[in-house]
């Protein structure tokens, strides 16, 4: 298995331009998460999906923020605008749900740079 | 608000010898935890997971649970240079079964 693929590895952006993080999952896996990593705040859940639906979104830092999860295979982490706070590794992870290990699965991760 | 807390290190080690570290939480129903190691530039990796009191090892590593002092740590024994990283743990929230809430890791040097 290819494991959780994301893209880019890196971006670095503008303040104020839309930055777009892209995700696919392990096949067969019915959970997607997204995390986002820094310094100061380790790695904090941003929003969870569950057989493509947002099941949590409670992390999501502000409206700037939104997900997608429009099939099994793909999901999208939108900032718009972007901002230089949001600068951070932010990490996909999938599993396996009632019926599996439920053993998270991280994704190389996007680190994002706005300046 | 549900924490993990940890020490941030770093925990510096001799090769050989046992590292100990330690991870205390704060949701009294948690009944899941987990110890990711997480090497610099690179995405968190399970490498234990326990679910009751008491001890579970897997080769070098022994995963430590005590529930009624909401305390987790992790023993690496014979701990070798390519063991230095970050080591997170995390718990799982009680009651949505889904959300892992992680601690800040802490940082393990190995030495020769």
């Known amino acids: 298995d290819a494991g959780v693929i994301q893209s880019p590895r890196h971006e670095v952006t503008e303040m104020g331009q839309e930055v777009t993080l892209r995700c696919k999952p392990i096949?067969?896996?019915?959970?997607l998460f997204w995390y986002r990593q820094t310094m100061m705040r380790g790695l904090e859940l941003l929003i969870y999906?569950?057989?493509?639906?947002?099941?949590?979104d409670s992390g999501m830092p502000e409206d700037r923020f939104s997900a997608k999860m429009p099939n099994a295979s793909f999901s999208t982490l939108k900032i718009q605008p972007s901002e230089p706070r949001d600068s951070a590794v932010y990490f996909c992870?999938?599993?396996?749900?009632?019926?599996?290990?439920?053993?998270?699965?991280f994704g190389p991760g996007t680190r994002l740079t706005v300046l | 608000q549900k924490e993990v807390e940890q020490n941030s290190g770093p925990l510096s080690v001799p090769e050989g010898a046992i590292a100990s570290l330690n991870c205390t939480y704060s949701?009294?129903?948690?009944?899941?935890f987990f110890w990711y190691r997480q090497y610099s530039g690179k995405s968190p990796e399970l490498i234990m997971s326990?679910?009751?009191?008491g001890d579970k090892e897997d080769g070098r590593f022994t995963a430590q649970l005590n529930k009624a002092s909401q305390y987790v740590s992790l023993l690496i024994r014979d701990s070798q240079p390519s063991d230095s990283a970050t080591y997170l743990c995390?718990?799982?929230?009680?009651?949505?079964?889904?959300?892992?809430?992680f601690g800040a890791g802490t940082r393990l040097a190995v030495h020769p």
């Open positions: 999906f569950n057989n493509n639906v947002p099941i949590d």
């Open positions: 992870a999938s599993r396996l749900g009632a019926t599996g290990s439920r053993t998270q699965y």
């Open positions: 995390a718990v799982r929230e009680s009651g949505g079964y889904n959300k892992l809430i």
């Open positions: 096949s067969g896996h019915d959970y």
């Open positions: 949701d009294r129903g948690s009944q899941s």
């Open positions: 326990i679910y009751s009191n």
